[in-house]
């Protein structure tokens, strides 16, 4: 008969194996408890953290914005402040340069050209420059020498016509093209921008 503290023995040394056993899985456990507690907190503190960065990002571009919008209305109320300095800047510049005697018969030769060159050749009677922008015919044929195709469009310096003024009378009317009444459309042109 085996001795009972044998078996006692035996069975203690069973609860021992047991009990390491227990706690070798205890440990394993709690080993993946905090890898998987660890894996968790990282994912959740990354997760908080795209979180902050995307409520950090979305103040930063509100606060751009906000910038930018400021900024854009200072310089829209700087240009509109400017707006009338420019055109009265505008003006004086014309009234410089239709002021300058020398300057207008280069001003007239030059928009005679234009005009000219726009309309059709048989359509052109005469051309009419005044007499304080041209001495003579001559100088008027000298100037508008390149742009009058062909010997159909008379040239006449007219005493009458003042400085700056030029008429090109047509086969069905008189186109008045000189600088003054130009002058006033872009005077109109840039008031009514200014308003």
């Known amino acids: 008969m085996p001795d009972t503290r044998d078996i ?3 069975a203690l040394q069973q609860q021992v194996a047991d009990l390491r056993a227990a706690y070798a899985q205890l440990e394993l456990d709690a080993v993946a408890t905090r890898t998987n507690a660890r894996e968790e907190g990282y994912a959740e503190g990354l ?3 795209k979180v902050q960065a995307s409520l950090r990002r979305a103040e930063h571009e509100a606060a751009l914005r906000d910038g930018l919008n400021t900024a854009m209305a200072k310089f829209d109320a700087t240009l509109r402040a400017l707006e009338p300095l420019s055109i009265e800047i505008a003006l004086t510049a014309l009234d410089r340069i239709f002021g300058d005697a020398e300057g207008l018969t280069r ?8 005009h000219v060159s726009q309309l059709s050749a048989k359509s052109i009677v005469m051309l009419e420059v005044s007499a304080e922008d041209f001495a003579s015919d001559a100088e008027v044929a000298d100037a508008m020498s390149l742009t009058l195709r062909g010997d159909s469009v008379r040239l006449r310096v007219n005493s009458q016509l003042k400085a700056g003024q ?10 008045d093209i000189s600088l003054d009444s130009q ?10 921008a200014a308003t």
Do not use: F, K, P
Not at 107 to 114: D, G, I, M, P
Not at 183 to 192: C, H, M, N, S
């Open 8 to 10: 006692e023995l035996l």
């Open 47 to 49: 997760a908080a953290g």
């Open 107 to 114: 001003l007239v030769e030059r928009t005679a050209r234009h």
């Open 166 to 175: 030029c008429l090109v009378r047509l086969s069905l009317g008189t186109l």
């Open 183 to 192: 002058l006033g459309r872009i005077r109109d042109a840039l008031q009514e």
